[in-house]
């Protein structure tokens, strides 16, 4: 039986991306991304709980991550769930769990525009694991659309 390997996540950036140009040509970009879901205990207590993720973003996406996220910004990812082991210095054994993110739309007004916000995801082409193709922003607005914030 198959498995899925699948995470959405919304919430909103804990700081801003750190890209790293890679010697191979490649770039990757690693944010944190906090989640808060908040409801009310049995006394009626407000309570907030945040989850913190790591995120890597890689080429295109990276790219798109270092030109237009900052801390504070909100986004929607999806992604799959990597994990890495190894042994530290000491001989200790560590984990690290990470949403590799293979689809990002930027949620809020665009700095310049008012068509909403735009979204980024891979091309249809076929591209290899280490380097998802994806397609540019585009900021472009219908005729149609009036310079105000309204979401209807």
Do not use: C
């Not at 001989?91 to 979204?119: C, D, F, Y």
């Not at 280490?130 to 585009?138: K, L, T």
């Amino acid at each position: 039986m198959a498995g899925v390997n699948k995470v959405i996540l919304v919430g909103n950036l804990g700081k801003d991306p750190e890209v790293r140009y890679l010697e191979n040509g490649s770039v990757v970009a690693n944010l944190t991304l906090a989640t808060t879901e908040s409801y009310k205990d049995r006394n009626g207590n407000r309570i907030e709980n945040t989850e913190w993720h790591d995120l890597e973003m890689w080429d295109g996406l990276a790219k798109i991550a270092e030109q237009y996220l900052n801390k504070g910004k909100t986004i929607y990812v999806e992604g799959r769930i990597k994990s890495d082991t190894w042994q530290d210095d000491q001989g200790n054994n560590r984990k690290r769990t990470r949403i590799r993110v293979q689809n990002m739309t930027m949620l809020g007004a665009a700095p310049s525009t008012s068509g909403g916000a735009p979204s980024y995801q891979p091309s249809q082409q076929p591209a290899s694991a280490s380097q998802p193709a994806v397609n540019e922003p585009s900021f472009e607005q219908s005729a149609g659309d009036v310079s105000d914030d309204l979401p209807f």
